[in-house]
């Protein structure tokens, strides 16, 4: 049967199954069942340390351009500097990482971005004042970020088994969230306490705990015939001709395409702060909005145990999208801050609750063989989607007002991702 309407089963050098969970009120919190696997929890706490750390070098690399250009179209030309070696390399990455030891691509890859982060503090606390050599820097870190995404994301289907998948994309997600939230207001923070350079080495330090955690896992070869082909763009459109062929992996990635580039109205935060909120203060309001979905994201990874055990894994993407649409369609209609607030900590949750099974289609459908292809093309989608959201969202708010933009986006989500579901039925079958 084709893997794309039936689960594929664990992998076959996946860890067995564990107990049972145990009943009552743990149900309901986070499934760490993941974590009793070595392997996956040296992954995991490494990515404790980083989710932070990252977030350093994310803050001070644009602080660092603004005070040197003090223009912000500066700070979007380095956006996009690091963004297209990012796409780049995250498709070639998905090849490779098909046909290498991921352990050892993860071991180079971390190593080159750790690298980088030196060189970004060498470059801070020499006083080069470069937004030349930041540009490269940032292009470098990305290009390195998008080699070693797809390997990362890849082994977790060879260090758990698959009906775990859910909740180790749970935990992982979990924390990348709570890093967005945490990273900005600790370098916030820490530049006036320790400067602008202590942040890029901090990062580097974290990378270090990084390497070692990889160091230590498994050798993780390509199974079958994999290791004997050349990672090149015949075999990155092989990974595009395997999505057109598997209807669940391609309405997989639409799912993110339509909630990203039609629902995520953080473009418009600014303009909705200093004119629908700006009674309780710009500044606040500004800040709530941004804080709103990574913070209901945190709380529903938290509790994640209410859904990470589900099975059918396609419906709960198909209610995630809808949940978000209706969501983001509320927050559009909102007048109050905190009634706005509260309806991107629901979106929050819904788009966690997206990543989570969106993760686990991707991991569980596909073959080892082409995990890295998908991995790659799912790291293109989630860093893209939402830049087009910035372009049709600011488009969209100049020509009918930025609440009318996004409660329509919102309803937009909501009737687009039903007509795929009712269109389509493979993502609506799916189970493991």
Wanted: aromatic content about 8%.
């Amino acid at each position: 049967m084709d893997t794309s309407e039936s689960s594929t089963g664990t992998d076959p050098e996946a860890p067995a199954a564990q107990a049972p969970p145990r009943p009552g009120w743990r149900r309901w919190a986070m499934d760490t069942r993941p974590l009793r696997i070595p392997a996956y929890r040296r992954l995991w706490s490494s990515t404790v340390v980083t989710a932070v750390g990252s977030q350093l070098t994310a803050v001070a690399v644009p602080k660092q351009i603004y005070d040197i250009t003090h223009s912000s179209a500066w700070v979007g030309y380095a956006s996009l500097a690091g963004l297209l070696p990012m796409v780049a390399f995250a498709l070639w990455g998905g090849a490779v990482a098909d046909t290498v030891d991921r352990r050892k691509l993860l071991l180079v890859t971390n190593t080159g971005i750790a690298v980088t982060s030196l060189l970004f503090w060498a470059q801070a606390v020499t006083g080069l004042d470069s937004v030349v050599v930041l540009m490269v820097l940032l292009a470098l870190q990305q290009a390195f970020f998008g080699l070693n995404s797809p390997a990362r994301s890849a082994s977790i289907a060879r260090l758990v088994p698959a009906e775990q998948l859910p909740a180790a994309n749970a935990l992982g997600s979990t924390v990348m969230q709570t890093g967005l939230v945490a990273g900005p207001l600790l370098a916030g923070a820490l530049i006036p306490v320790i400067g602008l350079p202590a942040l890029y080495l901090v990062d580097a330090l974290a990378l270090c705990v990084t390497v070692w955690a990889v160091f230590r896992l498994p050798a993780l070869p390509p199974l079958g015939a994999a290791a004997a082909r050349r990672a090149g763009v015949r075999e990155i459109a092989a990974g595009f001709r395997y999505i057109a062929r598997h209807k669940v992996l391609l309405l997989s990635f639409l799912a993110d395409i339509v909630a990203m580039v039609l629902g995520m109205p953080r473009a418009l935060f600014p303009q909705l702060a200093a004119q629908t909120y700006g009674s309780y203060g710009e500044g606040l309001a500004l800040g709530v909005l941004f804080a709103g979905i990574p913070v209901g994201a945190v709380l529903g990874g938290l509790f994640s145990g209410v859904f990470s055990r589900a099975r059918r894994h396609g419906w709960m993407v198909i209610g995630a999208v809808v949940g978000w649409g209706v969501a983001i369609a509320g927050f559009g209609l909102s007048g109050n801050l905190w009634v706005a607030m509260a309806f991107l900590a629901v979106a929050g949750v819904a788009d966690m609750v997206s990543m989570v099974f969106r993760g686990a289609i991707l991991l569980s459908a596909a073959t080892d063989e082409m995990r890295g292809r998908m991995q790659g093309v799912f790291t293109v989608v989630v860093a893209g989607g939402p830049r087009l959201a910035d372009v049709l969202h600011g488009t969209a708010g100049s020509a009918f007002g930025p609440r009318a933009a996004v409660a329509g986006g919102g309803a937009l989500v909501v009737v687009v991702m039903l007509a795929l579901a009712a269109a389509v039925p493979a993502l609506r079958r799916y189970r493991i």
